[in-house]
């Protein structure tokens, strides 16, 4: 935060209308205007929205919003990081407006995109149906076939060790913000590509020891628009907010389908892990 | 028709394996000086030599499959209407078989050739 | 999410690519790290490749026309343009091979860590700097091959 906070005087020296005045910080917000329904124009609206050291993108949005113009379409919610609604551009590159410091910046002009890759459907507002659409289709569930709680007299629970949690936990923590998809050259022309968010999840429930590994076939990720044409160009890692690394969960599941993997798909053994109750 | 891991595997196997037959390739312009090894008599003799035809040829084929395969992906991702797709796999393979039978012809014909 | 709050007027396909980043977003390799610059550079040195490949076996077919074809095919590529071509040739094919290389063992799982428990910053853990040196490793021996070519093409070496 130290950092942060020194950054101020930055953006004040840089700051036109803050020079000798008594005011305090302020930026320049440059937001996308556009909306879906009348075609494909746009514009850019810019506003002056004043900041404290505490202030985030969506902060300042949402002061423009309140104070200037009412009409700009945003998408937020929980404004920590946790719900991935607000990701947009900012300042050329996929980030969420709520965890994004207009200070960590460093710039007295910050401009407001919707994200790349979606369609666009007012502003800063996008459609993630294609998204989700990718993401349904790997099955982000886990399937075993011996889970029936119903009728198995012996299933209390599934057991995982701490180190069987491991090789999956970070690729549980998505939100869907979809800044990766975003961010993938690869999604950039190829529409049918599955994208670096529905691979990591595939990877993570191909990982989890409770799936059973009906997962063996995986048509659609092992096909031309699928895992394959992910060529490591990282910038899916390199813009996740939440530690997901969806590379990393792509190249150990394309080890696994290259056969470089001697590690068997655990299946999870009702009798063996269960406790009876 | 191959699965796209089969393909992706080949294309892994060819690039390492190109990579060694280049080097080769690539040593030999140096064992004597540069531009002496490329007069017309060295180059032949180069060809009259078996293992080094051989050697040219193994570059040709993995470097057409590599460089083809690779061209495919690139524009695969670029269009993904069926005719478009279909049309890219049918064009790389036809240019690969092309431009590995004219390779394959020089190759025969300079190793049948006399020096000067 | 979008159920029936939707309005007719607005319609996605799964072919809409009207926010696509399309070919722009191939051709700039800035603002997300050297993983994306290794990527951009490695298309462009295969196309680049591909390309002299397919001329290479165009140029050696004169072979079959005898000494005359073969020595007006070097008057064409024995030129200080041709060797700073061919320079450029051995700086692209020396990072294409190296950096192949480097993505072999890394679309192999190898060398980017195990999963763990990520927390803050949230440092991705497979862009490390064991796989990243290895885009610099490419980098500097493609400029080391380019500084022998150039030595030996020019230098009559």
Known sequence: MAGIIEKIPMLRAGSKKDRGSKTSSSITLRVYRSNSANGNSYRYDTFDVPIQRWTTVLDALLYAKAYEDNSIAIRYSCRMASCGSCGMKINGRPRLACYTNVAELESPVITCQPLTNFSLIRDLVTDFSEFFRHHKSIKPFIINQNADLMTSEEVSEFIQSPRDVDEYLQFSYCIKCGLCYSACPTVATDVRFLGPQALAQAYRYYADTRDNGSREDMKNIDDKHGIWRCHFAGSCSNVCPKGVDPALGIQLLRRHLTSFSKHDKKIAEMKHHSQVT | ?116 | ?157
């Open chain 2, 1 to 116: 028709m191959l699965q796209e891991r089969q393909i992706m595997r080949i294309h892994y196997i060819t690039g390492l394996a190109a990579l060694f037959v280049v080097a080769v390739h690539i040593l030999m312009r140096l064992i004597v000086p540069y531009h002496t090894s490329l007069q017309f008599s060295n180059v032949i003799a180069n060809y009259h030599n078996f293992s080094y035809a051989v050697l040219l040829e193994s570059i040709l084929v993995l470097l057409a499959i590599h460089g083809f395969n690779g061209l495919r992906v690139i524009l695969l991702e670029l269009r993904q209407k069926s005719s478009w797709e279909n049309g890219v796999t049918i064009f790389t393979i036809v240019a690969m078989i092309a431009i590995i039978a004219f390779g394959t012809r020089t190759i025969i014909v300079a190793n049948g050739l006399g020096v000067g």
């Open chain 3, 1 to 157: 999410m979008w159920a029936s709050g939707r309005k007719k007027s607005f319609n996605a396909t799964a072919t809409d690519r009207s926010n696509h980043e399309g070919l722009k977003g191939w051709l700039n390799p800035a603002r997300y790290g050297w993983e994306r610059v290794a990527y951009w550079l490695q298309r462009l040195t295969g196309l680049f490749l591909l390309i002299y490949f397919i001329g290479h076996i165009y140029e050696t077919s004169s072979l079959t026309g005898g000494e005359s074809a073969w020595n007006a095919m070097l008057q064409f590529t024995e030129t200080p343009w041709g060797h700073l071509f061919l320079v450029l040739v051995i700086g692209t094919s020396t990072y294409h091979s190296i950096n192949g290389i480097r993505l072999i063992f890394a679309e192999t799982g190898t060398g980017l860590g195990r999963p763990g428990r990520p927390d803050y910053p949230y440092d991705a853990l497979s862009l490390n700097y064991k796989q990243k040196s290895g885009i610099w490793v490419a980098l500097i021996l493609a400029a080391v091959a380019m500084v022998y070519g150039g030595n030996v093409l020019f230098g009559g070496g």
